[in-house]
């Protein structure tokens, strides 16, 4: 992903995702909580996608 956004010139890539990926009823939710849920194929390409994600990003 990084290598073709340099290429093309890319300036900002904007991740989104279904609010089927959050929900802990009573809990409150930050960007260190991390689902543990990966029984269903949907639910572990949420999680892998978001890492991937987070991995390639930078704070500019």
Known sequence: MREIGWEAAVRRVVYVSSVASVGCK????????WSRDQQTPYCRSKILSERAAWRNSTFD
Request: glycine residues 12%; negative net charge; aromatic residues 0%.
């Open 26 to 33: 009573g809990q409150r939710l930050d960007e260190s909580s």
